[in-house]
Structures are given as C-alpha cells and as structure tokens.
C-alpha cells in the first residue's frame, strides 16, 4: 500500500516521470542548495533521494533571491534517451513582479551528468515540456501580468493570465513560433502548473488552481488540438481538500500524472498536514499521490472517488509495504556532507562549511537569515514529534559570534540555541527566537539571562520538538541533559506562522548555524548530528 505523503517533509509541487520500471519525482526546493530535490522508486511505495542536479553556479546562483524564492515548480520528463529538467529561479516575491527566469537541463542518466542551462523565457514560473507524439517539444508556463489593472486572465485574479503554449527546438535550444494562451483556468483562479499528458488523442491538461494554500486544487481539462480550446472536466477538479476541513491532508494541488507498464494511473500532488487543532504545517507542503481511473466519458477521477485524497491508497503490487522511518546519526567522517542537508541560495558552498575528517566545519559568515552567505546547514523536518542533538566545539570571542542549533523557516521564523559570548560571563548560551510577525518581526531573546558555560570543551546541544512545543537542552563534558529556557511556539515555524501559506513556501529545517558579524569568520566545529523521529 502506498501511504501519504510518500514523500514528507518539504517536498512541494511533484512532477513525476517514467522511464521503463523507474519512477522519478522532482520537486522545488527555493532558496535551498544544491536545487531541485529527485526521488527514485520501483514501486511507488518506498522513495530514495537519488539527486539534486542543479548544484554549480553555472546553472543556479540564488543569492539575494529572498525567502520563498529560487527554485519554483520543475518538470522532470525522459524523452529521446535523455531527462529533461524544467526549473524557474525566482528573483523576487513581494510587489508586482516576480522576475521568473526559466531554463532546461538535460542528462543521460538521472545522475549526471546534469548539462549547463539552456535559458527559455521569463513570462511566468511553472514551466513545464511536454513532448508530442511526433516528435515536436511543447514549452508550457503560466503568464504573470504584473499590471494591477489588467483586463486579461481571470478577473479575480489577473496576474495570473493564464497559460502559454510555444514550441520548443532542442537543436538551438529556442522557442519557435509565437507563444498561445491555451488556457485560461477555471472560475477557480490563480491558475498555474501546467502538465500535459496524451491519451487516446485527447490532450489531458492538469493545472494547480485556488492559489497553494487551503483553497489548492488539481483542476483538470482537455482538448483534440494541443493549442485549445480546452474543455473543463465535468467536477472541474481532479483533486482538491478544499471543501473538506477534517480531510487529513489539506491544500491538495499541484502535481502530475504516471502511467505503469500496466496502464494503471496515478497523479502525484501536494499536500499538508496542519498540527490538530491548528492551521499551521511545520512539514511544509509535502508530497502525496492518488490512484485514478479513466470513466467510460474518458476523464480521469480519483480512484476511491470523489475529489479529496486519501492517506491510504492500493500500490500497483499490493505486497509492497513502506520501510519504517530510522534515527539518522552523522558523524562527519566522510569527504561530502550526506546527502539529507542542504545550505542557503550559494553555489560557493566551501565559503560556509568544509569537512575536516572529524567534524563539519562552519565558517561563520553573515548574520541567521542573510539572503547572502548564511553559514547554515539542516535537514528537513519529517516527522511531527522527534529529537535533534548535535555536538559542538566552538570558542567565541565577542558576542558577535555566535554558533549553534537551529529550528529554521527563513528570516522571519527561527529558534537558535546558540554558544555565544557574554561581557560578564564569558562563553555563554542564549536562545534567539524570531516568531514570526511580519512585517515588524524583531528577534527575541527567551532567556531571562545568558548561561553560563564552564570549561573551554565541546557542548552537546539538543532540541525535543512535539508539536506546537519546542524545548532546547545542554550537556557538558558527559554530564546530564539540562534543559535551557521555556517551551516554545514550535507551529510559528511553519507555511502559515507570519505571512501566510500564500507567502511561505518552504518548510522547517533542523540544524547547525554559526555567524560573525565581526567578519572574522570564526570557526565552529560540529562533530555530530542525531535526527531521531518518535517513530524509530
């Protein structure tokens, strides 16, 4: 059986692909390095992170692309003995425009190696490529009109104008023709994320509509002619939570379909987890997937019928069972840093981390939730309840310099345990805590009073998040766990804390940071990371 989400964690926007008996699944990773995260699977049921391509500058440099921006929506697609990538770099969220660049990779393998860019457009993100049957390529992305007046796309909503269809020759790498609006989106609005699949010789469109939070949906037309007029299915939607409050997983949207060998059909879609009680999603838009049958009418519905997703869905082989999670323990021994961590927006990576051989390396750079060289590294959140504790040996000198572990959403949305540096104390702990109030968020220090720490050894530093609630703890020299300062709003690190889900597009990450406003870039060696979910 398949269990939702197949993949958890931030992990939005899933575009998936087949290549024989191998399945493959993208999804946006934003501001997050290296970009877009590749999933493999055999059976739809157990999923392995097999790559993130797009992990040198010459195919995506995102400093000072602010929170929430980067990489948006891919599309992943294996055609002519190659996969091609389909990625957006989001310069800029806030305002009327967006600055949406669009460009395409290519590889043989789904390892590499990933080919330098070739730039398409910049007329709108969620740019996918669809090829036809007879060998043309088709570049589909939404059309974002930046004027507040517009008279063109749905009138609730006009920046979003609809969907643009032009041909794209490989050969040269351009678009060929005159771009077509092919599809307007329904009544819904906000219409976005684009697929086309083929079938039968209609052509099938899937689009992501209502805007990617509690109102999200897969909106579903069709049409003989790739270039329209599309017909609406007769639901509208294919999927969507947005008329089901008590569904477990909300703001259903925004994905694509797969056939098997078999002919069996699924369609892969985003989806959260609100905490009980609240509407706030730490795990961020994570990724499911529906199993869907084509009616004797030739649309595609949900296979348990009716438009919400289901937690539980039956798997092309029924004996396929989903591998339990584990507790992660690094260590740092290696030459790579493993793969579940990413950093921030920069493809220089050795300027914030190396790898000594025995420890993980931060060279504390710009201050926690700098658009520029942040020196911070995490994974994502998985799981609702679990425990983070790190080891650190760290020596500030000012209190300008400071090192530690972190709960991370962006700039507006941390807490940070920190080894730090006090006038009276000497080293010293202090917690700084941002929750979340744009636009007037100030960091906030939990603390009464800094703590003070004994000795010039290592720090074990950990964190036990249930929920809504985060709690830090210390350990010195072997000693026993003592917790540092209050409980904290654990759910502010989330989509919805601050801004919105209409605003926040990535989820939380647990991790190691370190800083040095004073530019000296001191050192903060971390000889372990645990990441234990209640499950294992």
């Known amino acids: 059986m398949i269990t939702n989400p197949i993949l958890p964690g931030f992990n939005p926007d899933p575009s998936i692909c087949r290549a024989g008996s191998d399945y493959y699944i993208a999804t946006s990773t934003f501001e997050w390095y290296p970009g877009v995260q590749i999933h493999h699977s055999t059976d739809l049921v157990n999923w392995r992170l097999v790559c993130r391509p797009l992990d040198r500058a010459s195919q995506l440099d995102m400093r000072g692309n602010p929170d929430s921006c980067g990489v948006w929506a891919p599309c992943l697609s294996h055609a002519d003995g190659l996969f091609w990538l389909v990625y957006t770099d989001v310069k800029r969220l806030d305002g009327n425009f967006k600055d949406a660049h669009n460009y395409i990779v290519t590889a043989p393998s789904i390892t590499g190696p990933w080919s330098d860019p070739v730039y398409v457009n910049s007329s709108g993100f969620d740019p996918s490529l669809f090829h036809d049957d007879d060998g043309r390529k088709w570049f589909l992305n939404m059309l974002w009109n930046h004027r507040t007046d517009s008279v063109g796309g749905n009138p609730k909503h006009p920046a979003f104008a609809g969907i643009l269809l032009q041909e794209y020759d490989a050969g040269s790498g351009k ?8 599809f307007a989106g329904s009544d819904h609005g906000l219409v976005e994320g684009s697929h086309v699949f083929k079938r039968d010789g209609w ?3 899937t689009v992501a509509e ?3 939070g509690y109102e999200h949906a897969v909106t579903m037309a069709r049409s003989r002619v790739l270039a329209g007029p599309y017909g609406l299915h007769p639901d509208t939607f294919l999927m969507t939570s947005k008329d089901a409050p008590d569904a477990s997983l909300q703001r259903a949207g925004h994905g694509q379909m797969v056939e098997t060998p078999d002919g069996e059909v699924y369609h892969t879609h985003l989806c959260s987890r609100p905490l009980p009680g609240l509407r706030r999603s730490p795990l961020g838009r994570e990724t499911g997937l529906q199993k869907c049958v084509w009616g004797e009418d030739g649309w595609l519905r949900l296979a348990q019928g009716g438009l919400v997703p289901e937690v539980t869905v039956q798997s092309p082989d029924p004996e396929s069972r989903r591998t339990p999670p584990v507790a992660v323990h690094r260590t740092f021994a290696g030459e790579r840093l493993p793969d579940e961590f990413q950093w921030l927006r920069t493809p220089h990576p050795h300027r914030l981390f190396t790898l000594t051989g025995s420890a993980l390396r931060l060279h504390a750079r710009e201050s ?4 520029f060289e942040q020196a911070l590294v995490a994974r994502r959140q998985e799981h609702l309840k679990f425990r983070a504790e ?3 040996r760290f020596e500030p000198e000012s209190f300008q310099q400071a090192a530690g572990l972190v709960h991370y959403y962006n700039r507006h949305k941390f807490h940070f345990l920190a080894v730090t540096w006090h006038e009276q104390l ?3 702990l202090s917690i700084l805590s941002c929750p979340g109030d744009w636009p007037d968020s100030k960091m906030e220090f939990p603390l009464e009073a800094p703590v003070a720490l004994p000795g010039d050894g290592p720090v074990d530093l950990a964190m036990d998040v249930d929920g809504a ?9 072997g000693g026993d766990w003592r917790r540092i300062g209050p409980v904290l709003d654990a759910s502010v690190i989330s989509d919805e804390g601050g801004r919105g889900e209409h605003a926040s597009f990535t989820g939380a990450f647990v991790g190691m940071a370190a800083f040095d406003t004073s530019g000296s870039a001191i050192a903060a060696d971390f000889k372990q990371f645990g990441y234990i979910p209640e499950e294992a």
């Open 175 to 182: 678009l060929i023709g005159e771009p077509q609006n092919i």
């Open 203 to 205: 052509y099938y469109l």
């Open 210 to 212: 209502g805007g990617t």
């Open 368 to 371: 926690i939730g700098s658009w």
């Open 390 to 392: 790190t080891t650190l």
């Open 426 to 428: 000497g080293r010293s």
């Open 469 to 477: 609630q985060l709690m830090f703890s210390c350990r010195i020299a």
